[in-house]
């Protein structure tokens, strides 16, 4: 049996060094499946974007806006298409180029005939579709469809944030518009491979929109933009005024963007081979997991401080990790491995008090109970005693005690030897035990074969009545004593005192006149009580 019970403290143990573990992994699974640390992870995405900084716009992308000057001077949108035919007629004499079109020319125009006229001779023209809503789509027309070279989908889909952090590779066999862009443009420029097998496509935002080469539609129409800036590029022509598409980047506090900006920053990560690669996965979990074991285990190994320092060195390190990833264009998720890290560190220090505390209830325990009867011993008896005694002082309420000594226990003892003293004081014990009531009466063993019992707010009349519940407890148990001159069985004597406390007297009083309580029963004959009530520091016996 103890082999088994030392086994199962054994496996318990072993449970315990990973429990922490568990309840973190089972907590903050709980919470990234509510959806809880997703505004966490989002504000942690727009910090590590802005402590990196900005990148270069690539020179090779340019954005022709559709503002408000634009508007002022053209009208309001949406436009003629003869505007961009126009505009088609402008960038010709700029060649090679590639023109895309971030607009859905969906409905039908008389003047669609010469805009798609111009755009077979320009050639290299990409326009755009949009599947804003599921089954529902807005495609360019059948004849500018046919004019252009490709076309490709504008789908944005915005985090709660508002910020776009991934979009849709294919939407119905349709490319998101950078890719088809940039197939256009390596018609005539050397460019590196795409990443066509990626179900998503995560911007690498690179800089406030204002400081990547753009140009005002109305100032190309007007001449003002030479041929060759516009020459070798990628010409992104899309709505940049206020209220039209707007868009939320990492960097938004220092500049508004709208949905062209997205296709812009996308092209500029395909040319520059710098897309956002996440971290994430099967792989990237069991990792985490695996961290968090070897996490879990450190700490059990070190001190509360040191796992305070520890913790905030972790995470805080792998903040500086992620923001380096991130330079490489790694995206390193933050919120949940720092939740999971230090829910398990709060873990450990949780259960590290709850088994402080179950330490020192079992130190108090080891203090204040007697290991051979299992009731308290002296020491908690007198820290009773002593605390009853002043409350019973300050309400004049009255206490009593009862000292009981075993009738020839020496005799006991050389008759049937230690072992069986030690049974019979415990049988003593639970005599006590089955005739007291309350929860307040306190029960000890005073020394040797003596026991006492305290009886908060009880009289002299409780107190008797008690005295002989105990005798009679004890008779009835019927062990043997044959070396006894007064019972073939064990009897106990009982001394008791009642006293209502004053300033006269103190409780070490009290316990000396329940000895000499005691003492005057064994003088009378054993197997009795005898009382004695304190009226000043003279007792008197009854």
Request: glycine share 6%.
């Given at each position: 049996m103890n082999w088994r019970r030392q086994s199962r403290l054994d496996r318990w143990k072993h449970w315990q060094t990973w429990l922490p573990s568990l309840l973190a992994t089972l907590f903050v699974a709980g919470l990234f499946w509510l959806k809880?640390?997703?505004?966490?992870?989002?504000?942690?995405?727009?910090?590590?974007?802005?402590?990196?900084?900005?990148?270069?716009?690539?020179?090779?992308?340019?954005?022709?806006?559709?503002?408000?000057?634009?508007?002022?001077?053209?009208?309001?949108?949406?436009?003629?298409?003869?505007?961009?035919?126009?505009?088609?007629?402008?960038?010709?004499?700029?060649?090679?180029?590639?023109v895309v079109f971030d607009l859905v020319f969906s409905e039908l125009s008389p003047a669609d005939q010469r805009f798609a006229e111009a755009i077979r001779q320009h050639r290299q023209i990409v326009i755009a579709g949009a599947w804003n809503q599921p089954n529902r789509t807005w495609q360019p027309n059948p004849m500018l469809r046919k004019?252009?070279?490709?076309?490709?989908?504008?789908?944005?889909?915005?985090?709660?944030?508002?910020?776009?952090?991934?979009?849709?590779?294919?939407?119905?066999?349709?490319a998101t518009l950078?890719?088809?862009?940039?197939?256009?443009?390596q018609l005539f420029a050397n460019i590196p491979e795409m990443p066509l097998a990626q179900s998503h496509l995560w911007p690498n935002w690179i800089a406030p929109t204002e400081q990547m080469p753009q140009y005002s539609f109305i100032d190309l129409l007007n001449g003002q933009v030479t041929p060759a800036a516009l020459e070798n590029k990628i010409i992104l022509v899309g709505a940049t005024a206020a209220g039209f598409n707007p868009l939320m980047t990492p960097?938004?506090?220092?500049?508004?963007?709208?949905?062209?900006?997205?296709?812009a920053t996308l092209l500029n990560?395909?040319?520059?081979?710098?897309?956002?690669q996440p971290i994430h996965g099967k792989r990237w979990m069991g990792l985490l997991l695996l961290s968090n074991?070897?996490?879990?285990?450190?700490?059990?190994?070190?001190?509360?401080?040191?796992?305070?320092?520890?913790?905030?060195?972790?995470?805080?390190?792998?903040?500086?990790?992620?923001?380096?990833a991130l330079h490489q264009s790694y995206w390193l998720p933050v919120a949940v491995p720092g939740i999971l890290w230090l829910t398990t560190s709060m873990m450990h220090w949780i259960m590290g008090n709850i088994q402080l505390e179950a330490k020192n209830q079992q130190l108090n325990h080891l203090a204040n109970i007697d290991e051979l009867t299992q009731i308290s011993n002296r020491r908690a008896l007198e820290q009773y005693l002593q605390q009853e005694w002043q409350r019973s002082r300050r309400e004049q309420q009255p206490i009593s005690l009862l000292l009981c000594d075993v009738d020839f226990f020496k005799q006991f003892n050389d008759c049937y030897g230690h072992i069986a003293g030690d049974e019979c004081l415990y049988q003593i014990a639970q005599a006590l035990n089955l005739s007291t009531k309350r929860p307040t009466d306190l029960i000890a063993r005073y020394g040797g074969e003596e026991f006492a019992v305290v009886l908060p707010n009880t009289d002299a009349q409780g107190a008797e009545n008690l005295a002989t519940a105990i005798l009679s407890q004890v008779r009835a148990k019927l062990i043997p004593h044959q070396k006894s001159p007064i019972s073939h069985y064990v009897t106990l004597s009982l001394g008791l005192v009642t006293v209502v406390p004053d300033a006269q007297i103190d409780w070490l009083d009290m316990i000396d006149a329940a000895d000499r309580a005691l003492y005057q029963a064994k003088f009378q004959g054993r197997d009795r009580a005898c009382n004695a009530v304190i009226k000043s520091p003279t007792a008197e016996f009854v």
């Open positions: 809880m640390l997703q505004p966490l992870e989002h504000l942690a995405y727009q910090w590590l974007f802005q402590w990196r900084g900005h990148l270069a716009w690539d020179e090779r992308v340019v954005l022709v806006k559709i503002d408000e000057p634009s508007l002022k001077q053209l009208g309001a949108f949406p436009w003629s298409r003869d505007r961009y035919t126009q505009l088609l007629n402008v960038i010709k004499s700029s060649q090679p180029n590639t004019a252009a070279i490709a076309t490709g989908h504008i789908l944005q889909t915005a985090d709660a944030d508002g910020i776009v952090r991934r979009i849709p590779t294919y939407v119905d066999r349709a950078s890719l088809p862009s940039l197939q256009t443009y960097f938004d506090e220092e500049s508004s963007a709208s949905g062209v900006h997205l296709h990560n395909l040319l520059q081979q710098n897309l956002l074991l070897i996490w879990s285990h450190w700490l059990r190994q070190v001190r509360t401080f040191q796992q305070l320092v520890g913790s905030g060195i972790l995470v805080s390190g792998w903040w500086l990790l992620a923001l380096l």
